[in-house]
């Protein structure tokens, strides 16, 4: 599943990510692709996750 959202928060542990589109659902802390480079609040993230739960996912871009 690959989704659109917003980055939410940064924590050591990884980003979280809040997606309008799903009632404003939050995601586990999650890692980003090396190429990303840095992530801040509010930044519009693409999130391909590997099962239907927002624990197990990747941030692959931002536009």
Do not use: C, H, T
């Not at 693409?46 to 990747?58: E, K, M, P, R």
Request: hydrophobic share 50%; charged share 15%.
């Amino acid at each position: 599943m690959v989704l659109k959202g917003i980055v939410s928060s940064a924590e050591s542990s990884g980003i979280r990510v809040v997606f309008p589109d799903k009632e404003n659902l939050v995601s586990a802390p999650l890692p980003a692709a090396l190429n990303i480079g840095a992530l801040d609040v509010g930044n519009k993230v693409v999130v391909v996750f590997f099962s239907d739960s927002l624990q197990d996912g990747v941030i692959i871009a931002k536009y």
